[in-house]
C-alpha cells in the first residue's frame, strides 16, 4: 500500500507546479486589478467630497466678523479697536462720527453705497423682483452727504410749517421721519430706502432681507427704541449674520447691540 501512494505523491507535486506560475500570474493579475480599482474607487470618492469644501468657503462674511476678536485676543495690547462698521449705531441718540469716510460705489440709477454692500444689496434687489411683479426695485436714497442730510431735514420743517404747525412741533414731527445731519444711517452708505412696483415688496423684503444681510430697521413696534416711525422702506446692512439673529430674535438693532454688551 506504501509502494502504491508514493508515486500517486510524486505526480501531483508536479502537476501543480506546471499550474503554479499560471495561478501565481493569475493571481498577481487580480492583486493589480483590484488595487487599481480600490484607488480608482478612492480618487472618485476624493473628488466627490472634494466640491463641497469650496461653497463652505465662499462665505467670508461669518468669518470674517469673529476675526477682529481672535486678532486682538492673540495680541496682548488693547488699543481701540475700530468698532466693526457693519454694526456701528447712529441713531438720534449716537451721532455719525467726526469726518466718518466711506468708498462709494455707484448703483444703476445712479445713488451710491459703502461699496462694501454693493453686491449683496444688488443680489437682494434681484431677488426681491419676485415680490415686485418681475421689477427690479429702486433704491430711492441710498448715500447722503452731511450737506443733504441737512437739507432734507429742513426741507420737512418747512413742509410742515406750511401746514400750519409751529416751528417747535414742525422739527418734533419731522424727526420721526428725518434725521438732522449727523444723525442718520444714510451718512454710513450702508442704508438704503427702497421703492417698489407694489406693497408687496415690502413684505418679501421684511420676509427675506436678512439673507442678505439686512434688516428692517424701524419696524412699528419699536418706534420708541429706535426714536423712528415706522419705514418699511428703510433698509440698513448689518451682515448676514447679526441679520438673521435680529431677523430671528424679533429685535431692532439697539436692542441687539445692547443684548451684545453694548
Ligand atoms: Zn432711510
Known amino acids: 500500500m506504501e509502494g502504491n501512494r508514493t508515486p500517486q505523491r510524486r505526480r501531483r507535486p508536479r502537476r501543480r507546479r506546471r499550474r503554479a506560475p499560471y495561478r501565481r500570474v493569475l493571481g498577481m493579475l487580480k492583486l493589480i486589478l483590484s488595487v487599481a480599482v480600490i484607488w480608482f474607487g478612492v480618487q472618485v470618492v476624493l473628488k466627490a467630497v472634494r466640491p463641497p469644501e469650496e461653497p463652505v468657503a465662499i462665505q467670508p462674511e461669518p468669518v470674517t466678523i469673529s476675526q ?5 485676543s492673540a495680541e496682548p495690547e488693547p488699543p481701540a479697536v475700530e468698532p ?3 454694526l456701528r449705531l447712529v441713531n438720534r441718540w ?5 469726518g466718518y469716510e466711506v468708498e462709494l460705489a455707484q448703483l444703476p440709477n445712479g445713488e451710491k453705497v459703502d461699496k462694501r454692500i454693493y453686491e449683496p444689496l444688488m443680489e437682494m434687489l434681484e431677488a426681491a423682483k419676485e415680490g ?3 421689477e ?11 450737506e443733504q442730510q441737512q437739507k432734507l431735514y429742513e426741507d420737512k420743517i418747512g413742509a ?3 401746514l400750519g404747525y409751529s416751528e417747535s412741533q414742525a422739527e418734533e414731527l419731522t424727526q420721526q421721519w428725518v434725521a438732522p445731519a449727523g444723525y442718520s444711517e444714510h451718512q454710513l452708505g450702508i442704508a438704503v430706502d427702497i421703492n417698489g412696483a407694489t406693497y408687496d415688496v415690502f413684505l418679501w423684503l ?6 442678505y444681510g439686512f434688516i428692517f430697521r424701524y419696524p412699528g413696534g419699536k418706534t420708541d427704541i429706535t426714536g423712528v416711525a415706522q419705514e418699511v422702506w428703510h433698509y440698513r446692512y448689518v451682515g448676514a ?8 430674535q424679533g429685535v431692532c438693532l439697539e436692542e441687539y447691540l445692547e443684548s451684545r454688551g453694548g
Open 206 to 211: 421684511q420676509a427675506n432681507s436678512y439673507r
Open 94 to 98: 449716537n451721532p455719525v462720527p467726526e
Open 132 to 134: 415686485n411683479w418681475g
Open 136 to 146: 427690479l426695485p429702486i433704491v430711492a436714497s441710498g448715500y447722503r452727504t452731511p
Open 68 to 72: 477682529p476678536e481672535e486678532v486682538s
Open 160 to 162: 410742515y410749517t406750511a
Open 241 to 248: 449674520e447679526a441679520a438673521a439673529e435680529i431677523y430671528e
Open 84 to 86: 466693526d462698521w457693519k
